[in-house]
């Protein structure tokens, strides 16, 4: 692999850590060559590493993280690198801060939620590319058939747009896309595997989305969208009840 012939499939390997120090070097060496890409890689490992940080493998912030601030602070010039890195480590020091808060008050989210919110953007990112066509038929009744995910009846209001199987550990992972009378765009992600999710809904902050996370029986359950966590968590409770109904 060289940088100038990298795929998208790379920069996910990457994102997952599955890339010898060869090819990370390659991908590195292309984001270091196109900066608005590799803001957008550093904000998905932002929310993976975030995500691992509520699930409860919280560690203190160290004490060289945050005099590097300081140092870099004192000994700043003028350019773009020094100024990035500044941010960058500011950046983090507060979203380590702001996520040990989290993770005092709040259950720790079980690691398919990681998956869903990964999901989610795949399913933006298709609704915004001519290429990929959308599959908007939602029918809760087969899906129950082929893949025993219970899904609901959805609000007679919301608008489904795309609804796609992912492959996922223990069986494929359902994503559905809706749109709200108000426009917004919600992902529902749901997976047949018992896991460590609340039973009634708990929604986080992961990163630029809100995310709520709970479970019926056997099967698990997220919605995703770009609204503050208290209304995601707000639907998600609305759907819960329907999925009970």
């Not at 100038?4 to 996910?12: N, R, V």
């Not at 298709?126 to 809760?140: C, F, G, K, N, V």
């Not at 709200?180 to 997976?191: D, K, M, N, V, Y």
């Amino acid at each position: 692999m060289t940088a100038e012939c990298l795929s998208e499939i790379d920069i996910m390997a990457y994102v997952d850590g599955e890339l010898d120090l060869n090819n990370q070097l390659a991908v590195e060496e292309h984001l270091s060559r196109n900066p608005g890409q590799a803001a957008e890689v550093m904000g998905e490992l932002r929310t993976r590493t975030a995500l691992k940080l509520l699930s409860g493998r919280v560690l203190p912030i160290p004490d060289k993280m945050l005099g590097l601030t300081q140092r870099i602070e004192a000994d700043r010039k003028p350019g773009r690198f020094r100024q990035f890195a500044l941010a960058g480590v500011g950046v983090m020091a507060f979203a380590c801060a702001a996520l040990l808060f989290w993770a005092g008050r709040n259950p720790s989210p079980p690691p398919y939620v990681i998956s869903a919110v990964a999901s989610h953007r795949t399913a933006m990112l298709r609704a915004a590319m001519a290429s990929q066509l959308e599959t908007p038929h939602y029918d809760a009744s087969e899906i129950l058939s082929k893949t025993n995910i219970a899904m609901p009846n959805l609000p007679a209001d919301w608008r489904v747009t795309d609804v796609q199987l992912f492959p996922f550990d223990r069986g494929p992972a359902l994503m559905v896309v809706v749109r709200t009378p108000r426009g917004e765009a919600l992902s529902i992600f749901a997976i047949r595997e018992p896991t460590a999710a609340p039973e009634r809904p708990n929604a986080i902050q992961a990163g630029a989305e809100s995310v709520a996370f709970w479970r019926l029986g056997d099967v698990s359950y997220a919605l995703i969208g770009d609204d503050a966590p208290e209304d995601v968590d707000a639907s998600a409770e609305a759907l819960a009840h329907l999925w009970k109904s």
